[in-house]
C-alpha cells in the first residue's frame, strides 16, 4: 500500500496520530475533522496515500464513495442536518490543506453563508468526540 511518512492522514491510518474514529474497512478510514465548520464535519479517506483526484485509481474512490455513503447517511440520521455537502478539493487554488485524496462530509444548516474555501478553525474536542458518538451509533 502506498504510504507516506512525512503525510499527516497516513500517520492517523498508520495510529501514529490519533482520531476519533468513526468507521473503517480494508480500504477507507472514516474520522471527524480537528477544525469543524459544523457539528459532524468528518473526513474519508482512502487508507492508502494518493495526494489529488488526478492519481487516485478508480477503486479507491468507488472504496470512499462506498464508505461516504454510509457515513453521511449516519451524520443525517444522528444530527438531522438541513442539507449536506461531499466536497473534495484538489491543489491549492480549491484550498486542498492536506495533500492525501479525502472526502469532507459537512453536514449544513439554512443560511449558515459557508463559502467552498472556508477558514480552518480549531474544533473543542469534547464536543467532536460526543457528536463522533452519536454518529457512530447510527453506522
Ligand atoms: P482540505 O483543506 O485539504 O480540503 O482538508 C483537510 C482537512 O483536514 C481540514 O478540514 C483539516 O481541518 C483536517 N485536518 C488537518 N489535520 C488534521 C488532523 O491531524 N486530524 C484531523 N482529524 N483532521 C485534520
Ligand atoms: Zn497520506
Same mark, same amino acid.
Given at each position: ?10 500517520? %492517523?491510518?498508520? =495510529?501514529?496520530? /490519533? ?6 474497512? =480494508? ?16 473526513? %474519508? %479517506? ?9 492519481? *487516485?485509481? !478508480? ?8 464508505? !461516504?455513503?454510509?457515513? !453521511? ?5 444522528? *444530527?438531522?442536518?438541513? =442539507? ?9 487554488? !480549491?484550498a486542498q490543506s492536506v ?6 462530509? *459537512?453536514?449544513?444548516?439554512? =443560511? ?9 478553525? /480549531? ?10 458518538? +452519536? %454518529? +457512530?451509533? +447510527?453506522?
Open positions: 500500500m502506498k504510504t507516506d511518512p512525512d503525510c499527516i492522514f497516513c500517520k %492517523i491510518v498508520a =495510529g501514529a496520530i /490519533p482520531c476519533f474514529k468513526l468507521y473503517e474497512d =480494508g480500504e477507507t478510514l472514516a474520522f471527524m475533522d480537528i477544525n469543524p465548520v459544523h457539528d459532524g464535519h468528518c473526513l %474519508i %479517506i482512502p487508507k492508502a496515500h494518493y495526494p489529488t483526484l488526478f492519481v *487516485l485509481p !478508480a477503486e479507491a474512490f468507488a472504496a470512499a464513495g462506498r464508505t !461516504a455513503i454510509k457515513v !453521511a447517511t449516519a451524520v443525517n440520521a444522528a *444530527l438531522a442536518p438541513d =442539507g449536506l455537502n461531499l466536497v473534495q478539493s484538489n491543489g491549492p487554488g !480549491a495533500p492525501h485524496f479525502h472526502l469532507h462530509v *459537512l453536514p449544513r444548516r439554512m =443560511g449558515d453563508g459557508l463559502a467552498v474555501n472556508w477558514q480552518l478553525k /480549531p474544533g473543542e474536542h469534547a464536543r467532536i468526540a460526543e457528536t463522533a458518538e +452519536r %454518529i +457512530r451509533a +447510527r453506522i
